[in-house]
């Protein structure tokens, strides 16, 4: 977004040549796996090799085993394994996807001449093109597989789901099954998220401990009572752009999904349900299927088309269900078919968050807990009492395709995106006032003008070293931008809920972090304010809390930093390996800079983060190889200097550190100027892209 802004107002940009690294596929897909499963499977392996700003491109004749839809679940998933991109060639199999798309004729026969006056198309006899480096991956030996529990590279085998799941969370938790049938009466709000209200044949649902009765906890829904633990599935969701934009996995779950009713399952009541599709033509084509009322009668209703439970927007789940949690430190989990999974993103009640394919979503809604090993136990109980099992349930990749072939047409792209940019009544009726300026709504709680230009002169400030800086976040490993800048609900006891409370918003009416990133009073109180973020400079505690120095005062990091602002005290961040991992989220630097933090020091960087650090003007730093904040015995208590700024900084310069600890010992060591480009020197030196665009108008 941040760049983006600069390439709006017509400034170049700029990207380093990557290194690119060949990933050879050999083989086809197993019956039983999915798309899913290979990305899965891809994401694992990529993260170990480590492809941090590179290109990867997939090659090999396992690519005439995957169709567009597959190809593009894989490469839709780059920023999660790491890369600046993954990359398909254009083939024979692109042109027929653009043929049944609806794309016309002219344009399919362009892609094509195109693509081969410029060495572009893979053909058969085609040599393979030469790679800075290859690796080789054989498709025939993927399982069906999930990933979690807080990070997209943590691949589980389905089998292994229940043994890792316990070894994680110390439980031993089982789930009763007994079969819930739905009802029509009863319907409310939360129903129409998702989540299944209707009659019980016994008294109640369980998750229960076997071994440890003490441990159930009772829950009512509406009619249903049950008793939850550790292990249980909160929230099942099909969603993302990734998997909801392929037909094949969407197919297979309407599929299981009526199966699963015609054997008597259901989705257990605790489970908040949700269909979130990438596509309005994935609905079209489930409908004409006869597949989408399946998932209806499942309560996968569909939600909205976008961005949903997959960045947090999954919406309350049912008082008693969260009462239950949070008074009892339950761990629950949720299912969905998205591509992240960090912490505190999906819902701040679920600590574990699993991805899987949609079939497979739905499969774990029935069965309504994480720790069950599908080959070994019933999803639950269906008719007469007869255990199902997944295998059951599950489709074939004959019945998929039989579907698929009959269903698909050129005529239901088009028709639904012959009007795609005329735009809704809602979006049509919006009032737009004509004036050159934005018309400014200083009562707006959505909407405010951001400070980014307030202090910009015409001449371009000399840059200090910084002096005296005191650690606002001392952290770990793998910080993602969710942790830095949560895109989910805002909780009210948190700096930005006080913010709303004291502007007259009710909490009922917050909103999320997400909705109100037009905000910068918001979004900068949300910074580092994750639930789940771990400052070490505060062990006993997690979320955005810090020790102020000198006082040794545990505040809010808000506060905390607001403090140092008024002090005059420069602020730095101190990390890991893979600091901002995840997603391109430019508020994760931009609240950083409103913070005041004028540097990060951090074992390794992810490539956008780090960018997007340099383009608001805070200084990426990295330990030198083999050092870090433990094998310094850092920790966070210090006064820091970091000299060689003001003198000739350049690309990749060497910069000098110098520690201050109590007693007056001091501690030095070197770091490496993460600014990687001629270009984004440019940008820090104006004090970000924003100030630099503003000079050069």
Same mark, same amino acid.
């Given at each position: 977004?941040?760049?983006?802004?600069?390439?709006?107002?017509?400034?170049?940009?700029?990207?380093? %040549?990557?290194?690119? *690294?060949?990933?050879?596929?050999?083989? =086809?897909?197993?019956?039983?796996?999915?798309? %899913?499963?290979?990305?899965?499977?891809?994401?694992?392996?990529?993260?170990?090799?480590?492809?941090?700003?590179?290109?990867?491109?997939?090659?090999? &004749?396992?690519?005439?085993?995957?169709?567009?839809?597959?190809?593009?679940?894989?490469?839709?998933? @780059?920023?999660?394994?790491?890369?600046?991109?993954?990359?398909?060639?254009?083939?024979?199999?692109?042109?027929?996807?653009?043929?049944?798309?609806?794309? /016309?004729?002219?344009?399919?026969?362009?892609?094509?001449? #195109?693509?081969?006056?410029?060495?572009?198309?893979?053909?058969?006899?085609?040599?393979?093109?030469?790679?800075?480096?290859?690796?080789?991956?054989?498709?025939?030996?993927?399982?069906?597989?999930?990933?979690?529990?807080?990070?997209?590279?943590?691949?589980?085998?389905?089998?292994?789901?229940?043994?890792?799941?316990?070894?994680?969370?110390?439980?031993?938790?089982?789930?009763?099954?007994?079969?819930?049938?739905?009802?029509?009466?009863?319907?409310?709000?939360?129903?129409?998220?998702?989540?299944?209200?209707?009659?019980?044949?016994?008294?109640?649902? %369980?998750?229960?401990?076997?071994? &440890?009765?003490?441990?159930?906890?009772?829950?009512?829904? &509406?009619?249903?009572?049950?008793?939850?633990?550790?292990?249980?599935?909160?929230?099942?969701?099909?969603?993302?752009?990734?998997?909801?934009?392929?037909?094949?996995?969407?197919?297979?779950?309407?599929?299981?999904?009526?199966?699963?009713?015609?054997?008597?399952?259901?989705? =257990?009541?605790?489970?908040?349900?949700?269909?979130?599709?990438?596509?309005?033509?994935?609905?079209?084509?489930?409908?004409?299927?006869?597949?989408?009322?399946?998932?209806?009668?499942?309560?996968?209703?569909?939600?909205?088309?976008?961005?949903?439970?997959?960045?947090?927007? /999954?919406?309350?789940?049912?008082?008693?269900? %969260?009462?239950?949690?949070?008074?009892?430190?339950?761990?629950?989990?949720?299912?969905?078919?998205?591509?992240?999974?960090?912490?505190?993103?999906?819902?701040? *009640?679920?600590?574990?968050?699993?991805?899987?394919?949609?079939?497979?979503? !739905? @499969? #774990?809604?029935?069965?309504?807990?994480?720790?069950?090993?599908?080959?070994?136990?019933?999803?639950?109980?269906?008719?007469? +009492?007869?255990?199902?099992?997944?295998?059951?349930?599950?489709?074939?990749?004959?019945?998929?395709?039989?579907?698929?072939?009959?269903?698909?047409?050129?005529?239901?792209?088009?028709?639904?995106?012959?009007?795609?940019?005329?735009?809704?009544?809602?979006?049509?009726?919006?009032?737009?006032?004509?004036?050159?300026?934005?018309?400014?709504?200083?009562?707006?709680?959505?909407?405010?003008?951001?400070?980014?230009?307030?202090?910009?002169?015409?001449?371009?400030?000399?840059?200090?070293?910084?002096?005296?800086?005191?650690?606002?976040?001392?952290?770990?490993?793998?910080?993602?931008?969710?942790?830095?800048?949560?895109?989910? /609900?805002?909780?009210?006891?948190?700096?930005?809920?006080?913010?709303?409370?004291?502007?007259?918003?009710?909490?009922?009416?917050?909103?999320?972090? +997400?909705?109100?990133?037009?905000?910068?009073? !918001?979004?900068?109180?949300?910074?580092?304010?994750?639930?789940?973020?771990?400052?070490?400079?505060?062990?006993?505690?997690?979320?955005?809390?810090?020790?102020?120095?000198?006082?040794?005062?545990?505040?809010?990091?808000?506060?905390?930093?607001?403090?140092?602002?008024?002090?005059?005290?420069?602020?730095?961040?101190?990390?890991?390996?893979?600091?901002?991992?995840?997603?391109?989220?430019?508020?994760?630097?931009?609240?950083?800079?409103?913070?005041?933090?004028?540097?990060?020091?951090?074992?390794?960087?992810?490539?956008?983060?780090?960018?997007?650090?340099?383009?608001?003007?805070?200084?990426?730093?990295?330990?030198?190889?083999?050092?870090?904040?433990?094998?310094?015995?850092?920790?966070?208590?210090?006064?820091?200097?970091?000299?060689?700024?003001?003198?000739?900084?350049?690309? +990749? =310069?060497?910069?000098?550190?110098?520690?201050?600890?109590?007693?007056?010992?001091?501690?030095?060591?070197?770091?490496?100027?993460?600014?990687? /480009?001629?270009?984004?020197?440019?940008?820090?030196?104006?004090?970000?892209?924003?100030?630099?665009?503003?000079?050069?108008?």
């Amino acid at each position: 977004g941040i760049e983006a802004g600069a390439v709006m107002l017509g400034r170049p940009y700029y990207l380093l %040549t990557p290194k690119v *690294l060949g990933l050879r596929l050999k083989g =086809k897909l197993p019956e039983g796996t999915t798309a %899913t499963d290979l990305v899965l499977h891809i994401t694992e392996i990529l993260r170990k090799r480590g492809v941090v700003g590179k290109f990867v491109e997939f090659f090999g &004749d396992g690519l005439s085993n995957l169709g567009v839809e597959e190809r593009a679940t894989v490469a839709n998933m @780059a920023p999660e394994y790491g890369a600046t991109m993954g990359f398909f060639p254009v083939d024979d199999l692109t042109l027929k996807y653009l043929r049944l798309t609806g794309r /016309s004729e002219e344009v399919v026969s362009l892609v094509e001449r #195109y693509t081969k006056e410029q060495g572009l198309f893979r053909e058969k006899n085609n040599e393979y093109p030469v790679f800075s480096e290859t690796i080789e991956f054989d498709i025939s030996v993927v399982e069906p597989s999930v990933a979690g529990p807080s990070r997209p590279q943590e691949r589980i085998p389905l089998f292994q789901v229940k043994e890792v799941f316990r070894m994680a969370s110390g439980d031993t938790c089982k789930l009763d099954d007994k079969p819930v049938h739905s009802s029509p009466v009863d319907k409310n709000r939360w129903e129409q998220e998702g989540g299944l209200f209707g009659t019980i044949d016994s008294d109640s649902e %369980t998750g229960i401990c076997h071994d &440890d009765s003490d441990n159930q906890i009772n829950i009512d829904i &509406d009619r249903i009572s049950g008793k939850l633990n550790h292990g249980a599935i909160v929230i099942a969701s099909i969603t993302s752009c990734t998997n909801t934009s392929n037909p094949s996995v969407l197919i297979g779950a309407g599929l299981l999904a009526k199966k699963a009713l015609s054997l008597g399952l259901s989705v =257990k009541p605790w489970v908040k349900t949700s269909f979130a599709p990438g596509s309005k033509v994935a609905s079209c084509y489930l409908e004409k299927a006869g597949l989408l009322s399946y998932l209806k009668e499942l309560k996968f209703n569909i939600v909205a088309y976008g961005c949903a439970t997959c960045i947090g927007n /999954s919406g309350p789940l049912h008082d008693s269900v %969260t009462s239950a949690i949070n008074e009892n430190g339950l761990v629950v989990a949720s299912v969905l078919s998205g591509n992240r999974n960090f912490e505190g993103r999906i819902s701040p *009640l679920t600590r574990a968050n699993f991805l899987a394919s949609p079939p497979l979503v !739905v @499969a #774990y809604a029935i069965a309504g807990r994480i720790d069950i090993n599908f080959e070994t136990e019933p999803l639950g109980l269906g008719n007469a +009492g007869k255990p199902v099992y997944l295998h059951d349930i599950w489709p074939s990749s004959e019945e998929i395709k039989t579907i698929l072939e009959t269903l698909l047409t050129p005529a239901m792209f088009q028709g639904e995106y012959a009007t795609l940019f005329e735009g809704s009544a809602e979006w049509k009726s919006l009032p737009v006032t004509k004036r050159a300026l934005y018309n400014w709504d200083d009562e707006s709680t959505y909407i405010k003008n951001p400070p980014f230009f307030n202090d910009v002169t015409a001449e371009v400030p000399k840059h200090k070293d910084i002096k005296n800086a005191r650690v606002l976040a001392l952290l770990g490993n793998s910080v993602t931008t969710d942790h830095i800048s949560p895109a989910g /609900s805002i909780p009210p006891a948190s700096p930005a809920g006080a913010y709303l409370i004291g502007k007259g918003v009710a909490p009922g009416e917050f909103n999320s972090f +997400g909705s109100r990133r037009g905000n910068h009073e !918001v979004m900068m109180r949300g910074t580092f304010g994750n639930i789940r973020i771990q400052n070490r400079l505060v062990p006993e505690r997690t979320g955005g809390w810090t020790i102020l120095f000198p006082e040794e005062k545990i505040l809010s990091i808000y506060d905390a930093s607001m403090q140092y602002k008024k002090d005059g005290i420069p602020l730095i961040v101190i990390a890991g390996r893979e600091y901002g991992t995840g997603s391109s989220r430019d508020w994760a630097a931009k609240g950083t800079a409103l913070l005041g933090i004028k540097a990060v020091i951090a074992e390794s960087f992810e490539r956008i983060h780090r960018s997007n650090l340099v383009c608001m003007g805070v200084l990426p730093l990295q330990f030198e190889k083999g050092e870090g904040q433990d094998k310094l015995k850092l920790d966070g208590t210090e006064i820091y200097n970091i000299t060689g700024i003001e003198n000739n900084l350049y690309p +990749g =310069k060497k910069l000098s550190v110098t520690v201050g600890r109590k007693y007056g010992i001091e501690a030095r060591f070197e770091v490496t100027a993460r600014i990687d /480009s001629q270009a984004e020197l440019n940008y820090f030196i104006h004090g970000g892209i924003l100030p630099y665009v503003l000079r050069n108008l």
